[in-house]
């Protein structure tokens, strides 16, 4: 009996994500004689039933192209904006599912669609999901499709602000996305030559910063990269966030804990002026003219790397071979030179982080880039 398979793409974009829904598809259609269904616009559009058959037609020439063809959201089926509330949906979400008689929904996401996805595997679904984000910070997996593409978008831009940093003698500091994770900034810092790399495992000392900058200034080196990443802290701010997340912990009602919950988010809605602060700052400290350029969305577009290709075509045929076995509650993760399904119940919830003495960490230490710690 032919199989019907439901694809969609969740959360923030990425390059790879087209060509994982083409290897994908064409394996599952061509090689196993499947019916695939692409869900459009996420979870939102599983729930409303949006979705088209798809065929040669459609996963043809997408390999390069960055984006997703069936577009995306960071809409949750459990908490979702309906009539201007906000709604449980699971419900709707299983009722498409068996309202197409499907075998199976295949996820291509990061965290948040590894914990949505799961959400539907306890109603009732059979769900296989493929780790994307340029974060790389999904457990469970080596690497993530998405994070080769922006690491080289990220060091080509530092590779262009090191020319125009030598000549006005200035320091240019670099903000780099990754959430809560440092893969990309220490990715991108490595391979551009960063003087200097900020990233949330290691919290900072501006001092020690300025201080680092200061050396390279007596070795007659009179300008710095300063990348950082989104999620970094310096000390201070990362003494200030464990005390509240500790407080919340030791809430005994509700109201105390939600009082916590909003003066974290409070704190991190102002934390995301930090690299302009960090900027000033370091000018301040060093009496060097300073510069910030923030990548943002630069990093999660454009034509993926052939890397990114690769991978993504690798995890896609291993997500239709796992369809193809009945084989489902599972994320395709990356583990050396092979793929392997990992349980979703040991991915979900979880981050990857950089290791404070990641290979990574060692050599930029080694060349003698700062952590400012």
Known sequence: MTKRVGILTSGGDCPGLNAAIRGFGRAAIGAFGMDVLGFRDGFRGLVHDR???????????????????????????????????????TDAAVETYHRHHLDCLVCLGGGGTQKNALRLAKAGLSVVTLPKTIDNDVWGTDVTFGFDTSVQIATEAIDRLHSTATSHNRIIVVEVMGHRAGWLALGGGLAGGADVILIPEIPYDEERVAEAIAARSRAGKHFSIVAVAEGSMSRAQKLEVDELVAAKERATSKDERRGFSNQLRAFHQHHTDHTLELTQSLEERTGQESRLTILGHLLRGGTPSALDRVLSTRLGTAAAELVRDDRAGVMVAVRGEDVEAVPLEKVAGRKKLVPVDHPWVRSARLVGTSFGD
């Open 51 to 89: 979705c088209d058959r798809l065929e040669g037609s459609e996963l043809s020439g997408i390999l390069t192209d960055g984006g997703t063809i069936l577009g995306t959201s960071r809409d949750k089926p459990h908490k979702m904006p309906v009539d201007g509330k906000t709604r449980d949906m």
